[in-house]
């Protein structure tokens, strides 16, 4: 860390044209943390672009900058984003560890020869940037960030450093993926970012509303059908499952993020240890995996479903139909019953 602190503050010492990019489907870490980091480049006078591969979900619409992102996936934006990526002399990579979590953006980054900047907390990453930022026991990508420039300011005052608006795009970040901080990669560490962004007067049950209550009345109508029609759950495995068809998307006109967490209501079921989802879109099947205690849904998302991400959160990729896809799900469970079992 600190090397490639020293490194990164001699090479931020003179104005850079930057990209900022996340993984494809964006949650509020990815974006927070980048928002949060773009805003403070721009503040040290660099040119910065943000760019997000797919579309992001409403409710994150009001982080601070993000009216300035382009999205890859649009039309409109790639031609924008393919220049703005050949003209960079930095390119930040944001809450992945892979390029092909990019989609089609991947090949873009990989290709383009400005260096590498990879921040992230997921494990086993690949070695494609020249500077890492890398901690698999942070709690979020937003808490490295702001490690991160705490390092860079050496001893300034917290309040110099971060405003409402960047400090708010980290909490979000922090906040979200740890559950609001109920999840066991909650740390000394994780609240003492935390109380140090706090110091920027940011209300922070504002950005909790917004996030988590801020919903159309359509997505909680969608809820409600998922949790009544779609929640099965297996006693037997302490495992409980949902599997949602393009079809059942089109029907309730269902929009990039809004499935997004209801994977986690799975393990509010007394004695369910693990809750799997299967979203049928766009020709493939994405996976979102949760899990409580010692069970590691990340070795089985990398195993049979080309997936990875955290030990009690992950998710992968199919290009199986969906009934297939469930129908590999259910016949690896008894290799892993007793493992389900033996969880406190």
């Given at each position: ?34 928002l949060g980091w773009a805003s403070y480049l721009i503040k040290k006078g660099h040119e910065v672009t943000v760019i997000s591969p ?269 009934s297939e896809t469930v129908a590999t799900f259910l016949n690896i469970l008894p290799g892993y019953q007793q493992e389900l079992l033996?969880?406190?």
């Open positions: 860390m600190n090397q490639t602190v020293e490194e990164l503050s001699s090479f931020l010492s003179h104005p850079q044209k930057i990209i900022i990019t996340m993984h494809r489907d964006p949650d509020a870490d990815a974006l927070g943390s980048s797919t579309d992001y979900t409403a409710n994150l619409r009001w982080l601070a900058g993000i009216e300035h992102v382009l999205v890859y996936e649009k039309q409109a934006d790639q031609v924008k984003c393919k220049n703005k990526i050949a003209q960079a002399t930095l390119i930040c990579c944001l809450d992945f560890s892979a390029l092909s979590r990019l989609k089609d953006l991947g090949k873009v980054v990989e290709e383009a020869p400005a260096p590498k900047l990879m921040v992230d907390h997921h494990l086993e990453p690949e070695h494609f940037a020249k500077w890492m930022v890398w901690d698999t026991y942070a709690a979020a990508t937003a808490q490295l960030i702001y490690k991160l420039i705490k390092e860079l300011e050496g001893n300034s005052p917290v309040t110099e450093i971060f405003d409402i608006p960047m400090a708010e795009c980290l909490y979000a970040g922090i906040m979200t993926d740890t559950g609001s901080f109920r999840h066991g990669n909650v740390t000394p560490e994780v609240h003492l970012a935390v109380a140090d962004l706090m110091l920027t007067g940011f209300d922070s049950s504002r950005v909790h509303r917004l996030i988590y209550d801020n919903a159309p009345l359509s997505r909680l109508q969608f809820l409600g059908y998922v949790l009544s029609q779609k929640l099965v759950v297996l006693p037997q495995y302490r495992t409980a499952y949902m599997v949602l068809t393009e079809a059942e998307l089109q029907k309730f006109n269902s929009s990039t993020g809004e499935t997004e967490g209801i994977v986690n209501y799975g393990l509010q079921v007394e004695n369910v240890v693990m809750s799997a989802m299967f979203i049928e879109r766009k020709g493939e099947v994405k996976i979102s995996f949760r899990s409580v205690g010692t069970f590691s849904v990340r070795d089985l998302a990398s195993t049979y479903f080309n997936g990875g991400g955290h030990k009690n959160a992950s998710g992968g990729r199919s290009e199986q139909s969906v033996n969880v406190d």
